[in-house]
Nanobody, 121 residues
């Protein structure tokens, strides 16, 4: 089994900053991509940012220049730095990892439980 545990969510003022963390643990042989998604009330879950095992990043257009994704492969942790968030960034943020649990196995998607981010003054 693989567990993803997010932390760092909470209330942040518009224009402030917040850093989310997500640590993967359990039966991990290797991790391919790691990503952050978010889901606002009444909306579909959407990709925020993705980072490959080699560090290549990809962002949703509305997050470019404001959010930064990074990862520490030694600790199987992915981060999301939110700079200058806006009220419309309020959502539950979910961590995702594409994990292979043993040599020769296939990669599977795993999700964290989500962490609430509220942007409000």
């Amino acid at each position: 089994q693989v567990q993803l545990v997010e932390s760092g969510g909470g209330l942040v003022q518009p224009g402030g900053s917040l850093r989310l963390s997500c640590a993967a643990s359990g039966s991990i042989f290797s991790i391919n991509a790691m990503a952050w998604y978010r889901q606002a009330p009444g909306k579909q879950r959407e990709l925020v940012a993705l980072i490959t095992g080699r560090g290549t990043t990809n962002y949703a257009d509305s997050m470019k220049g404001r959010f930064t994704i990074s990862r520490d492969n030694a600790s199987n942790t992915v981060y999301l730095q939110l700079n200058s968030p806006k009220p419309e960034d309020t959502a539950v943020y979910y961590c995702n990892a594409v994990v292979r649990t043993h040599r020769g196995g296939t990669y599977s998607d795993y999700w964290g439980q989500g962490t609430q981010v509220t942007v409000s003054s």
